[in-house]
């Protein structure tokens, strides 16, 4: 045990004294590589950039599209080319030619019509004014000293998509993939180290447990866990030996545009003539296609002889014609669309099937059925709806069945043929049941076992009666709803006012009224879904009120139509929604009075405020909000679909009772406009169901369902259900997801990582209704009154299958 001691404390000066040699090789420097206070720098003349004295590194002014960046890169001798190491500020816009770079006792300054500081140096520094010169090394590490020469500041803290040789790579820093070789700005993939040690890249691969990562000089990239455990990753070229005495040799790693980490060695030669050349001599990973989300979604990979990825659509679909980013994959589509499977009686005759028998999916089943043939596998997905496609394994006879889109799918270039992919295509006389076409000779082409066993004949005589059978339903449907609301308007009609009826008791307000009562509309307290939210007084006891002026959105038929759908509304009676008190209807002016509710939005009390909220509290609000759907949805006298449930729609009382607000609203929009213009500019699309992005599906209470999940699912993490900040990796971005993850591994404890006092027994029964709520198939979706009794632990809940698109 003393021995052992001894050896540690030895290693341990042993790596202190490296350290500080390594410490004192750096702050080393060439007096021309000096750069004094009041330097400066602009794109424009010869004074662009500062050089390290062996010349090989710079900082300053680089081209990047139509103005200029400021940041550090390798000069080729040879050529006008430059290899950029480093960015500052990467992802803020670029400046223009007439801009100015200072070197200040506060730091780099940059100017631009405004000040921004480029550098991360401490606040107390610049409060002292102790900078005091700067100098580009030759390791291309940009440094900037204090008067006692002591590093207060260096680039390679802050590397962004590369490592030089001698820089560090701990876990309070990562590299992050740049988006082409033209822009610099923040990329798709980051490579970072992980809390357990580990060294990861997002979303790609993982390596094996380390404690640090470090570059050395000689183009060594090392990952150390202790004494007893050191790898170094370096190609067969023995990098970092000189081939010749007047060759040298700079390297770096960088996290590539396709997410691929790779090791590159620069050679400089002189011999009478300077020559440059650049190997790549190292890369984590040699098939490209290993890369997720290297191809969209419903497209597979394959590798070409150089390595390169090359991306193709399944059989039956076609790359789709949207496109966010230049650089971003393209999803594919079906060419025919089957949305009737579940009303179908006979699915089975309206989808064919393409075998793949190289083409594996990386993406998690929905569903995992034991022990069964090939052609029964075909069978079950075939049946299934919500099965787009699925993987046996020969081993031991297991079927795989996932869900549209297909993702991470690529040609696995091996003959072992353990397992066969089984696509789900819609039949049709157009549909191939081909492999798609490639002039590339060089790719490898998916096997593909044609398996089409239904006549056509038959298929389409199916199809033309199904649509038929649709149609005369649906005008049916039409004829009735039309006929209902003529009996309603005209039994209106025969009041003299309609605000005077005995099933409603609405005041109608003159709007001179309002104005006077909310103070010329002077204090707003919201922006709702449908307009302006004012708070006022009215009466002699000044009971408050709120007040929303509607906007264009609303119909403007006739003022009789418009009195109807809110004495429809006001009709509505329950502790759990906000009472409407009357309306005001001028012209083309239209306004909706409620009754006050004085504890804000559910959304404040989530997000913005500090408020401990304990989990027999979260449950009730859950069933607050439950009970007013219910309502809504079964028990009111004209069944409501809010259509617009979120976070700043439920109100809370004095009493901390939540209330559905701007229910029934969404009947009074224009009939042009559309479902997909729901959103009202405060995100509030990520609460709405799938189905409202296909305009040929009707809208049903299941899609307030969907909404309730999402809102269900925020009330448990008290996190937006989309998050790009404050997460740890990005499997914690999409909300639903997250949840389901965390259920399938069994560490809900990772939903309440800062919490006390856990309900873990309502936090469970929480998780698995919101999961189930926010299903993308509507049948999948329970009732509100069955959600009712799952959330007060009077019904079962079965263990939620993946909400579509949450895993992976």
């Not at 004294?17 to 702050?27: D, G, V």
């Not at 062996?54 to 006008?80: E, R």
């Not at 569903?367 to 099965?387: F, G, L, R």
């Not at 992919?421 to 002039?439: E, G, V, Y």
Request: proline fraction near 3%; include cysteine.
């Amino acid at each position: 045990m003393a021995s052992t001691f001894v050896l540690l404390l030895l290693l341990f000066l042993f790596m202190l004294f490296t350290i500080e040699a390594t410490n004192t090789k750096t702050q080393k420097h060439d007096s021309s590589s000096i750069i004094p206070l009041g330097s400066s720098l602009s794109p424009k003349g010869e004074n662009s950039s500062w050089s390290s004295s062996s010349g090989h590194f710079a900082f300053g002014f680089y081209p990047q599209g139509s103005g200029f960046a400021v940041g550090i890169w390798l000069v080729s001798p040879s050529a006008n080319t430059t290899t950029v190491v480093w960015t500052a500020n990467r992802d803020e816009p670029i400046v223009s030619s007439e801009s100015m770079l200072n070197f200040t006792e506060h730091g780099l300054l940059l100017q631009n019509g405004n000040r921004d500081s480029l550098t991360n140096i401490d606040s107390e520094y610049l409060k002292t004014g102790i900078v005091s010169w700067a100098s580009m090394l030759d390791s291309g590490n940009f440094v900037i000293y204090d008067e006692d020469s002591n590093v207060i500041w260096q680039s390679f803290d802050y590397p962004t998509d590369t490592l030089l040789g001698g820089q560090n790579f701990t876990d309070s820093v990562y590299l992050l993939s740049s988006i082409s070789s033209f822009d610099h700005s923040s990329g798709r993939y980051y490579l970072k180290l992980r809390s357990d040690g580990k060294v990861a890249a997002y979303p790609i691969y993982s390596s094996r447990s380390s404690q640090d990562v470090y570059f050395e000089q000689q183009g060594c990239l090392c990952s150390d866990g202790g004494p007893n455990y050191r790898i170094c990753y370096k190609s067969s070229n023995k990098p970092g030996k000189k081939t010749h005495s007047n060759t040298t040799s700079i390297y770096r790693a960088t996290l590539d545009i396709d997410g691929n980490l790779r090791l590159y060695e620069h050679q400089f030669h002189f011999e009478g003539y300077n020559s440059y050349h650049v190997v790549m001599l190292w890369q984590a990973l040699n098939d490209t296609c290993l890369v997720k989300g290297i191809c969209g979604l419903n497209s597979y990979c394959s590798s070409n002889m150089s390595g390169d990825a090359v991306c193709k659509c399944y059989s039956g679909f076609i790359p789709s014609k949207t496109k966010s980013s230049p650089n971003m994959p393209i999803d594919c589509v079906q060419m025919n669309n089957r949305d009737n499977c579940e009303s179908s009686e006979g699915p089975m005759l309206l989808y064919n099937f393409t075998r793949y028998k190289n083409i594996s999916w990386s993406d998690f089943p929905y569903s995992i059925i034991p022990m069964m043939k090939v052609e029964t596998c075909e069978k079950a997905c075939q049946q299934d709806c919500v099965c787009g496609g699925a993987i046996y394994v020969y081993t031991d006879g297991s079927c795989n069945k996932y869900r549209l889109p297909l993702k991470y799918g690529r040609v696995q270039n091996d003959s072992s043929n353990v397992s066969m992919a089984l696509l789900k295509i819609p039949s049709s006389p157009t549909a191939s049941n081909s492999s798609p076409n490639s002039d590339d000779s060089n790719v490898p082409k998916p096997d593909v076992v044609v398996d089409n066993k239904r006549k056509l004949i038959m298929i389409l005589s199916l199809t033309l009666g199904f649509v038929s059978l649709i149609c005369l339903v649906f005008a049916i449907s039409i004829f009735f709803t039309y006929r209902r609301q003529v009996n309603r308007y005209a039994m209106l009609s025969e009041s003299e006012k309609l605000e005077y009826t005995e099933e409603c008791s609405l005041r109608s307000f003159s709007f001179d009224e309002l104005v006077k009562s909310t103070t010329e509309f002077s204090e707003e307290i919201g922006r709702g879904s449908f307009g302006a939210v004012y708070k006022g007084k009215i009466g002699d006891t000044n009971r408050s009120i709120a007040v929303k002026r509607l906007d264009e959105r609303i119909d403007d038929e006739g003022e009789r139509e418009f009195q109807a759908e809110i004495t429809a509304i006001a009709r509505t009676h329950h502790r759990n929604l906000v009472k409407l008190i009357g309306f005001c209807i001028e012209g083309s002016k239209k306004l909706l009075v409620y009754e006050f509710v004085s504890k804000g939005s559910l959304a404040n009390l989530l997000f913005e405020s500090e408020t401990r909220i304990s989990w027999k509290e979260r449950m009730k609000l859950a069933l607050d909000v439950a009970r007013g759907l219910l309502y809504l949805h079964e028990e009111c006298e004209v069944r409501i679909i809010h259509c617009k449930i979120n976070p700043r729609n439920i109100l809370m009382d004095e009493a901390w009772t939540a209330k559905i607000s701007d229910f029934g609203l969404a009947r009074l929009l224009k009939r042009g406009h559309s479902r997909i213009n729901m959103e009202d500019g405060h995100g509030t699309s990520r609460y709405l169901a799938p189905e409202w992005q296909k305009e040929d599906t009707s809208i049903s209470v299941k899609a307030d369902i969907y909404s309730f999940g999402v809102v269900l699912l925020e009330i448990i993490c008290r996190r937006r259900s989309i998050e790009m900040n404050n997460i740890s990796s990005a499997d914690e971005i999409l909300l639903s997801s997250w949840v389901y993850q965390c259920l399938a591994a069994e560490e809900l404890n990772k939903l309440i990582r800062q919490e006390k006092d856990v309900d873990w027994k309502i936090l469970e029964r929480m998780v698995k209704v919101g999961l189930w709520c926010v299903q993308d198939h509507q049948s999948l979706r329970p009732t509100m009154k069955n959600v009712i009794l799952m959330l007060e632990g009077l019904k079962d809940i079965p263990v939620p299958p993946s909400p579509s698109g949450s895993v992976g």
